[in-house]
Protein backbone atom coordinates (compact mmCIF):
# COMPACT_ATOMS: atom_id res chain seq x y z
CA UNK A 1 0.00 0.00 0.00
CA UNK A 2 1.36 3.64 -1.00
CA UNK A 3 1.86 6.01 1.81
CA UNK A 4 4.18 8.78 2.59
CA UNK A 5 5.29 10.38 6.00
CA UNK A 6 2.88 13.66 5.55
CA UNK A 7 0.36 11.22 5.26
CA UNK A 8 0.71 9.04 7.92
CA UNK A 9 1.73 12.06 10.43
CA UNK A 10 -1.79 13.69 9.06
CA UNK A 11 -3.56 10.37 9.71
CA UNK A 12 -2.25 10.46 13.16
CA UNK A 13 -3.81 13.62 14.07
CA UNK A 14 -6.65 12.69 12.92
CA UNK A 15 -7.05 9.72 14.78
CA UNK A 16 -6.03 12.04 17.53
CA UNK A 17 -8.68 14.20 17.28
CA UNK A 18 -11.15 11.71 17.28
CA UNK A 19 -9.74 9.88 20.53
CA UNK A 20 -8.17 13.09 22.54
CA UNK A 21 -12.07 13.28 24.41
CA UNK A 22 -11.05 10.53 26.27
CA UNK A 23 -8.70 12.32 28.12
CA UNK A 24 -11.52 14.21 30.05
CA UNK A 25 -14.21 11.79 29.43
CA UNK A 26 -12.45 8.83 31.56
CA UNK A 27 -11.40 11.11 33.90
CA UNK A 28 -14.73 11.99 34.72
CA UNK A 29 -16.21 8.95 35.00
CA UNK A 30 -13.58 7.25 37.50
CA UNK A 31 -13.58 10.32 39.57
CA UNK A 32 -17.20 9.44 40.47
CA UNK A 33 -15.50 6.17 42.55
CA UNK A 34 -13.32 8.83 44.56
CA UNK A 35 -10.11 8.95 42.51
CA UNK A 36 -8.22 11.79 41.67
CA UNK A 37 -9.89 13.70 38.66
CA UNK A 38 -6.17 14.90 37.79
CA UNK A 39 -4.52 11.75 38.58
CA UNK A 40 -7.27 9.72 36.29
CA UNK A 41 -6.19 12.44 33.60
CA UNK A 42 -2.51 11.23 33.94
CA UNK A 43 -2.76 7.92 33.87
CA UNK A 44 -5.29 8.06 30.92
CA UNK A 45 -2.14 10.01 29.42
CA UNK A 46 0.17 7.39 30.41
CA UNK A 47 -2.16 4.68 28.71
CA UNK A 48 -2.80 6.31 25.65
CA UNK A 49 0.69 7.41 24.54
CA UNK A 50 2.66 4.48 26.02
CA UNK A 51 0.40 2.20 24.18
CA UNK A 52 0.33 3.71 21.17
CA UNK A 53 3.64 4.15 20.89
CA UNK A 54 4.29 0.93 21.22
CA UNK A 55 1.32 -0.13 18.77
CA UNK A 56 3.39 2.11 16.13
CA UNK A 57 7.20 0.77 17.10
CA UNK A 58 6.36 -2.89 17.92
CA UNK A 59 3.28 -3.81 16.08
CA UNK A 60 3.43 -1.11 13.45
CA UNK A 61 -0.19 -0.85 13.03
CA UNK A 62 -1.84 2.41 12.58
CA UNK A 63 -4.41 1.62 15.57
CA UNK A 64 -4.24 4.27 19.15
CA UNK A 65 -4.56 1.93 22.12
CA UNK A 66 -5.77 4.09 25.10
CA UNK A 67 -8.52 2.94 27.97
CA UNK A 68 -11.55 2.17 26.63
CA UNK A 69 -15.32 3.27 26.90
CA UNK A 70 -17.52 1.50 28.40
CA UNK A 71 -15.49 -0.60 30.61
CA UNK A 72 -14.62 2.58 32.25
CA UNK A 73 -18.34 2.83 33.27
CA UNK A 74 -18.29 -0.76 34.47
CA UNK A 75 -15.14 0.17 36.63
CA UNK A 76 -17.26 2.53 38.17
CA UNK A 77 -20.69 1.91 38.57
CA UNK A 78 -20.63 -2.03 38.63
CA UNK A 79 -17.33 -2.75 40.05
CA UNK A 80 -17.11 -0.59 42.74
CA UNK A 81 -20.86 1.12 43.51
CA UNK A 82 -22.19 -2.24 42.85
CA UNK A 83 -19.94 -5.13 43.61
CA UNK A 84 -18.95 -2.72 46.42
CA UNK A 85 -14.85 -2.75 45.63
CA UNK A 86 -12.63 -0.14 46.81
CA UNK A 87 -11.02 1.34 43.31
CA UNK A 88 -7.68 0.42 44.91
CA UNK A 89 -9.31 -3.05 44.11
CA UNK A 90 -10.48 -2.87 41.12
CA UNK A 91 -7.37 -1.72 39.80
CA UNK A 92 -6.24 -4.66 40.89
CA UNK A 93 -8.39 -6.59 38.77
CA UNK A 94 -7.51 -4.19 35.50
CA UNK A 95 -3.74 -5.46 36.35
CA UNK A 96 -4.78 -9.24 36.70
CA UNK A 97 -6.87 -8.71 33.28
CA UNK A 98 -3.41 -7.45 32.18
CA UNK A 99 -2.01 -10.86 33.08
CA UNK A 100 -4.49 -12.87 31.56
CA UNK A 101 -4.33 -11.27 28.41
CA UNK A 102 -1.00 -11.03 28.24
CA UNK A 103 -0.49 -15.28 29.01
CA UNK A 104 -3.16 -16.13 26.71
CA UNK A 105 -1.25 -13.63 23.75
CA UNK A 106 1.79 -15.25 24.56
CA UNK A 107 0.13 -18.78 24.14
CA UNK A 108 -0.94 -17.61 20.70
CA UNK A 109 -4.50 -18.45 22.45
CA UNK A 110 -6.31 -14.87 21.39
CA UNK A 111 -4.77 -15.50 17.89
CA UNK A 112 -6.76 -18.86 17.83
CA UNK A 113 -9.75 -17.30 18.69
CA UNK A 114 -9.53 -14.66 16.16
CA UNK A 115 -8.99 -17.30 13.16
CA UNK A 116 -12.18 -19.18 14.66
CA UNK A 117 -14.11 -16.73 14.04
CA UNK A 118 -16.16 -16.79 10.94
CA UNK A 119 -15.33 -14.76 7.96
CA UNK A 120 -19.05 -13.57 7.78
CA UNK A 121 -19.28 -12.54 11.65
CA UNK A 122 -15.71 -10.28 11.00
CA UNK A 123 -17.70 -8.32 8.26
CA UNK A 124 -20.63 -7.80 10.65
CA UNK A 125 -18.75 -6.80 13.56
CA UNK A 126 -16.11 -4.66 11.47
CA UNK A 127 -20.22 -2.94 10.01
CA UNK A 128 -21.25 -3.12 13.61
CA UNK A 129 -18.72 -0.61 14.88
CA UNK A 130 -18.77 1.37 11.96
CA UNK A 131 -22.47 2.09 13.09
CA UNK A 132 -21.49 2.61 16.76
CA UNK A 133 -18.85 4.89 16.50
CA UNK A 134 -21.58 6.67 13.62
CA UNK A 135 -24.36 6.51 16.89
CA UNK A 136 -21.11 7.91 19.31
CA UNK A 137 -20.46 10.97 17.08
CA UNK A 138 -23.91 11.82 17.42
CA UNK A 139 -24.28 11.59 20.63
CA UNK A 140 -21.21 13.38 21.25
CA UNK A 141 -22.65 15.65 19.04
CA UNK A 142 -25.51 16.23 21.01
CA UNK A 143 -27.79 15.61 17.59
CA UNK A 144 -29.02 12.37 19.23
CA UNK A 145 -30.43 12.77 22.67
CA UNK A 146 -32.59 10.49 24.80
CA UNK A 147 -36.31 10.67 24.92
CA UNK A 148 -38.52 9.28 27.44
CA UNK A 149 -40.90 7.63 24.71
CA UNK A 150 -38.87 6.70 21.98
CA UNK A 151 -35.18 6.06 24.16
CA UNK A 152 -33.31 8.17 21.65
CA UNK A 153 -34.54 11.49 18.96
CA UNK A 154 -32.92 13.79 17.01
CA UNK A 155 -33.24 17.82 18.31
CA UNK A 156 -34.48 20.06 16.62
CA UNK A 157 -32.92 21.69 13.49
CA UNK A 158 -33.41 25.19 15.31
CA UNK A 159 -31.00 24.34 18.29
CA UNK A 160 -27.25 26.28 17.11
CA UNK A 161 -25.65 23.25 18.06
CA UNK A 162 -27.31 21.28 15.67
CA UNK A 163 -26.77 23.28 13.16
CA UNK A 164 -23.19 24.24 13.68
CA UNK A 165 -22.55 20.13 13.55
CA UNK A 166 -24.56 19.88 10.17
CA UNK A 167 -22.36 22.45 8.61
CA UNK A 168 -19.03 21.18 9.90
CA UNK A 169 -20.30 17.52 8.70
CA UNK A 170 -21.74 18.64 5.15
CA UNK A 171 -18.48 20.85 4.80
CA UNK A 172 -16.50 17.72 5.67
CA UNK A 173 -18.26 15.38 3.45
CA UNK A 174 -17.90 17.63 0.80
CA UNK A 175 -14.14 18.20 1.34
CA UNK A 176 -13.82 14.66 1.57
CA UNK A 177 -15.70 13.78 -1.46
CA UNK A 178 -12.97 16.33 -3.33
CA UNK A 179 -10.16 14.38 -1.84
CA UNK A 180 -8.38 17.32 -0.16
CA UNK A 181 -5.78 16.05 2.16
CA UNK A 182 -6.28 16.43 5.71
CA UNK A 183 -10.04 16.69 4.79
CA UNK A 184 -11.17 15.79 8.61
CA UNK A 185 -8.98 17.92 9.82
CA UNK A 186 -9.68 21.15 8.37
CA UNK A 187 -13.33 19.96 9.06
CA UNK A 188 -12.77 19.96 12.65
CA UNK A 189 -10.72 23.38 12.72
CA UNK A 190 -13.64 24.61 10.92
CA UNK A 191 -16.40 23.61 12.82
CA UNK A 192 -14.60 25.13 15.88
CA UNK A 193 -14.20 27.84 14.78
CA UNK A 194 -17.67 28.04 13.43
CA UNK A 195 -18.74 26.78 17.25
CA UNK A 196 -17.16 29.70 19.22
CA UNK A 197 -20.48 31.99 18.86
CA UNK A 198 -22.40 29.18 20.54
CA UNK A 199 -23.82 30.51 24.25
CA UNK A 200 -22.00 33.92 23.58
CA UNK A 201 -24.24 35.12 20.76
CA UNK A 202 -27.09 33.61 21.02
CA UNK A 203 -28.52 30.68 23.27
CA UNK A 204 -28.11 30.23 27.14
CA UNK A 205 -24.09 30.73 28.22
CA UNK A 206 -24.56 28.22 31.07
CA UNK A 207 -24.13 26.00 28.09
CA UNK A 208 -20.65 26.48 28.08
CA UNK A 209 -19.70 23.99 30.40
CA UNK A 210 -17.11 20.47 30.57
CA UNK A 211 -19.05 17.95 28.68
CA UNK A 212 -21.02 20.02 26.49
CA UNK A 213 -21.01 19.93 22.87
CA UNK A 214 -19.74 23.52 22.40
CA UNK A 215 -16.61 25.22 23.33
CA UNK A 216 -16.01 25.88 27.01
CA UNK A 217 -14.66 28.78 28.19
CA UNK A 218 -10.54 29.08 28.41
CA UNK A 219 -9.53 28.49 31.22
CA UNK A 220 -5.51 28.31 30.90
CA UNK A 221 -3.13 26.76 29.59
CA UNK A 222 -0.15 24.80 31.84
CA UNK A 223 -1.13 22.68 34.43
CA UNK A 224 1.70 19.87 36.20
CA UNK A 225 0.44 15.89 35.79
CA UNK A 226 -0.45 13.89 38.95
CA UNK A 227 1.09 10.94 39.57
CA UNK A 228 -0.47 9.84 42.62
CA UNK A 229 -2.22 6.55 41.39
CA UNK A 230 0.75 5.10 40.43
CA UNK A 231 1.31 1.52 42.27
CA UNK A 232 -1.90 2.13 44.18
CA UNK A 233 -3.17 -1.32 42.86
CA UNK A 234 -4.28 -3.83 45.61
CA UNK A 235 -3.22 -6.65 44.08
CA UNK A 236 -3.88 -8.99 46.61
CA UNK A 237 -7.56 -7.76 47.60
CA UNK A 238 -8.67 -7.85 44.01
CA UNK A 239 -8.22 -11.79 44.11
CA UNK A 240 -10.89 -12.51 46.75
CA UNK A 241 -13.53 -14.90 45.45
CA UNK A 242 -16.48 -12.62 46.21
CA UNK A 243 -14.86 -10.37 43.34
CA UNK A 244 -13.81 -13.11 40.92
CA UNK A 245 -16.80 -12.22 38.77
CA UNK A 246 -15.45 -8.73 38.44
CA UNK A 247 -12.20 -9.86 37.06
CA UNK A 248 -13.61 -12.26 34.66
CA UNK A 249 -15.75 -9.46 33.05
CA UNK A 250 -12.84 -7.55 33.10
CA UNK A 251 -11.22 -10.30 31.25
CA UNK A 252 -14.04 -11.16 28.81
CA UNK A 253 -15.00 -7.52 27.92
CA UNK A 254 -11.43 -6.31 26.81
CA UNK A 255 -10.32 -9.91 25.19
CA UNK A 256 -13.48 -9.53 22.93
CA UNK A 257 -13.19 -5.45 22.43
CA UNK A 258 -9.70 -5.98 21.52
CA UNK A 259 -10.27 -8.84 19.03
CA UNK A 260 -13.69 -7.40 17.63
CA UNK A 261 -11.72 -4.00 16.78
CA UNK A 262 -8.82 -5.75 15.47
CA UNK A 263 -10.88 -8.10 13.23
CA UNK A 264 -13.22 -4.92 11.93
CA UNK A 265 -10.20 -2.30 11.54
CA UNK A 266 -8.59 -5.16 9.39
CA UNK A 267 -11.68 -6.28 7.34
CA UNK A 268 -12.48 -2.60 6.76
CA UNK A 269 -9.05 -1.20 5.49
CA UNK A 270 -7.50 -4.50 4.08
CA UNK A 271 -5.00 -4.16 6.94
CA UNK A 272 -4.08 -8.03 6.92
CA UNK A 273 -1.39 -10.76 6.65
CA UNK A 274 -1.27 -13.57 3.91
CA UNK A 275 -3.52 -15.25 5.68
CA UNK A 276 -6.17 -12.80 5.87
CA UNK A 277 -5.90 -12.26 9.73
CA UNK A 278 -5.39 -9.01 10.79
CA UNK A 279 -2.02 -6.91 10.29
CA UNK A 280 1.00 -8.36 12.95
CA UNK A 281 -1.55 -9.46 14.39
CA UNK A 282 0.52 -11.30 17.57
CA UNK A 283 2.62 -7.80 18.18
CA UNK A 284 -0.52 -5.82 18.49
CA UNK A 285 -2.62 -8.25 20.84
CA UNK A 286 0.66 -7.84 23.45
CA UNK A 287 0.50 -4.64 22.76
CA UNK A 288 -3.05 -4.28 23.95
CA UNK A 289 -2.73 -6.77 26.77
CA UNK A 290 0.18 -4.32 27.85
CA UNK A 291 -2.06 -1.56 27.34
CA UNK A 292 -4.13 -3.19 30.12
CA UNK A 293 -1.73 -3.96 32.88
CA UNK A 294 -0.41 -0.62 32.22
CA UNK A 295 -3.64 0.85 32.83
CA UNK A 296 -3.99 -1.24 36.43
CA UNK A 297 -0.77 -0.06 37.19
CA UNK A 298 -1.15 3.77 36.85
CA UNK A 299 -4.50 4.31 37.56
CA UNK A 300 -6.97 3.67 35.16
CA UNK A 301 -9.33 1.36 33.73
CA UNK A 302 -8.56 -1.12 30.56
CA UNK A 303 -6.53 -0.31 27.74
CA UNK A 304 -7.87 -1.14 24.76
CA UNK A 305 -7.29 -0.58 20.86
CA UNK A 306 -9.55 1.71 19.90
CA UNK A 307 -12.38 1.57 17.06
CA UNK A 308 -11.54 5.55 16.40
CA UNK A 309 -8.64 4.53 14.53
CA UNK A 310 -10.57 4.14 11.44
CA UNK A 311 -10.61 7.74 10.96
CA UNK A 312 -7.01 7.74 10.85
CA UNK A 313 -6.87 4.93 8.14
CA UNK A 314 -9.65 6.33 6.28
CA UNK A 315 -7.26 9.51 6.01
CA UNK A 316 -4.38 7.40 4.35
CA UNK A 317 -2.72 5.54 8.00
CA UNK A 318 -1.28 2.50 6.85
CA UNK A 319 1.71 2.32 9.07
CA UNK A 320 2.65 2.68 12.76
CA UNK A 321 3.73 6.17 12.36
CA UNK A 322 0.16 7.21 12.64
CA UNK A 323 -0.04 5.39 15.73
CA UNK A 324 3.40 7.02 17.26
CA UNK A 325 1.87 10.36 15.85
CA UNK A 326 -1.60 9.96 18.10
CA UNK A 327 0.69 8.69 20.54
CA UNK A 328 3.19 11.75 20.87
CA UNK A 329 0.80 13.84 20.69
CA UNK A 330 -1.29 12.04 23.61
CA UNK A 331 1.64 12.64 26.14
CA UNK A 332 1.96 16.72 26.37
CA UNK A 333 -2.09 16.18 27.16
CA UNK A 334 -0.06 15.44 30.63
CA UNK A 335 0.95 19.40 31.19
CA UNK A 336 -1.74 21.66 28.43
CA UNK A 337 -5.09 19.88 29.62
CA UNK A 338 -6.90 22.80 29.69
CA UNK A 339 -6.29 23.28 26.23
CA UNK A 340 -8.18 20.32 25.34
CA UNK A 341 -10.87 22.25 26.25
CA UNK A 342 -10.61 23.97 22.41
CA UNK A 343 -12.38 21.74 20.89
CA UNK A 344 -15.60 21.10 21.55
CA UNK A 345 -17.43 17.37 20.65
CA UNK A 346 -19.34 18.76 18.00
CA UNK A 347 -16.03 19.43 15.95
CA UNK A 348 -14.58 16.02 16.96
CA UNK A 349 -17.54 13.59 16.06
CA UNK A 350 -18.00 14.67 12.60
CA UNK A 351 -15.16 12.80 11.82
CA UNK A 352 -16.43 9.67 13.80
CA UNK A 353 -20.10 10.08 11.63
CA UNK A 354 -18.11 10.22 8.66
CA UNK A 355 -16.03 7.29 8.86
CA UNK A 356 -19.42 5.16 9.43
CA UNK A 357 -19.41 5.13 5.95
CA UNK A 358 -16.15 3.38 5.56
CA UNK A 359 -16.95 0.70 7.93
CA UNK A 360 -19.67 -0.76 6.68
CA UNK A 361 -18.48 -1.78 3.05
CA UNK A 362 -18.25 -5.15 4.45
CA UNK A 363 -21.59 -5.45 4.84
CA UNK A 364 -21.85 -6.16 1.01
CA UNK A 365 -19.81 -9.47 1.23
CA UNK A 366 -22.12 -11.03 3.95
CA UNK A 367 -24.89 -13.78 2.12
CA UNK A 368 -27.68 -12.22 3.07
CA UNK A 369 -30.13 -14.60 1.49
CA UNK A 370 -28.65 -17.53 3.76
CA UNK A 371 -30.68 -17.80 6.97
CA UNK A 372 -27.47 -19.33 8.86
CA UNK A 373 -25.64 -16.90 7.63
CA UNK A 374 -27.82 -13.91 8.32
CA UNK A 375 -29.50 -14.25 11.24
CA UNK A 376 -26.14 -14.00 13.29
CA UNK A 377 -24.94 -11.53 11.47
CA UNK A 378 -27.53 -9.17 11.48
CA UNK A 379 -27.95 -9.93 15.23
CA UNK A 380 -24.37 -9.02 15.57
CA UNK A 381 -24.93 -5.70 13.51
CA UNK A 382 -27.45 -4.32 15.13
CA UNK A 383 -26.66 -5.69 18.98
CA UNK A 384 -23.02 -3.64 19.15
CA UNK A 385 -25.06 -0.38 18.27
CA UNK A 386 -28.08 -0.84 20.43
CA UNK A 387 -26.36 -2.05 23.44
CA UNK A 388 -23.53 0.23 23.04
CA UNK A 389 -21.19 -2.92 23.43
CA UNK A 390 -19.01 -4.45 21.63
CA UNK A 391 -19.10 -7.52 23.90
CA UNK A 392 -22.26 -8.30 23.79
CA UNK A 393 -23.06 -7.72 20.11
CA UNK A 394 -20.82 -9.98 19.16
CA UNK A 395 -21.80 -12.34 21.74
CA UNK A 396 -24.80 -12.48 20.45
CA UNK A 397 -23.27 -13.52 17.03
CA UNK A 398 -21.10 -16.38 18.21
CA UNK A 399 -24.14 -17.76 20.18
CA UNK A 400 -26.73 -17.78 17.44
CA UNK A 401 -23.89 -18.76 14.72
CA UNK A 402 -23.00 -21.66 16.69
CA UNK A 403 -26.98 -22.86 17.84
CA UNK A 404 -28.05 -21.84 14.04
CA UNK A 405 -24.71 -24.64 12.64
CA UNK A 406 -26.13 -27.22 15.56
CA UNK A 407 -29.39 -27.21 14.58
CA UNK A 408 -29.48 -27.63 10.66
CA UNK A 409 -26.63 -30.80 11.29
CA UNK A 410 -23.49 -28.82 10.10
CA UNK A 411 -21.58 -29.27 13.41
CA UNK A 412 -18.04 -29.92 11.40
CA UNK A 413 -18.62 -26.60 10.14
CA UNK A 414 -18.11 -24.78 13.73
CA UNK A 415 -14.38 -24.81 15.23
CA UNK A 416 -13.75 -26.00 18.39
CA UNK A 417 -12.67 -22.87 20.03
CA UNK A 418 -16.00 -21.24 18.88
CA UNK A 419 -18.08 -23.29 20.15
CA UNK A 420 -15.87 -22.80 23.90
CA UNK A 421 -16.39 -19.12 23.00
CA UNK A 422 -20.16 -19.49 22.49
CA UNK A 423 -20.43 -21.03 26.21
CA UNK A 424 -18.19 -18.20 27.49
CA UNK A 425 -20.08 -15.44 25.81
CA UNK A 426 -23.64 -17.41 27.29
CA UNK A 427 -22.05 -17.30 30.90
CA UNK A 428 -20.57 -13.67 30.31
CA UNK A 429 -24.47 -12.16 29.51
CA UNK A 430 -26.11 -14.64 32.00
CA UNK A 431 -23.77 -12.74 34.74
Known sequence: MKTNAKTEILAGLSTFLACFYIVIVNPAILSVTGMSFSAVLTATVLVAGFGSLMMGLYAKNPIVVAPGMGINAFFTYTAVLDFGLSFEEALGSVFWSGVIFLLLTLFKTREKIIQAIPHSLRHAVSAGIGIFICFIGFQNAHFIVSDPATLVSMVGLRDPVALTFLSGLVLTAILSIRKVPGALILGIVFTTLLAWPIGRWWGDASAIQLGSPTLVNFTGVFSWPDFSLIGKADLVGSLRYAYLPVLFVFTFTILFDGISTF?????????????????????????????????????????????????????????????????????????????????????????????????????????????????????????????FSLSIGISFGFITWTLLKIASGKRKEIHPILVIISLLSAFFLWI
Open 263 to 387: VGLSEASGLKDSDGSPKNMRKSLLTDAFATLLAGWVGSSSGTAYIESAVGIREGGRTGLTAITAGLLFLPCMFFSPLLSLVPSIASSIALVLVGTFMVTPLLQIQWKDPEEALPCFLTLVLIPFT
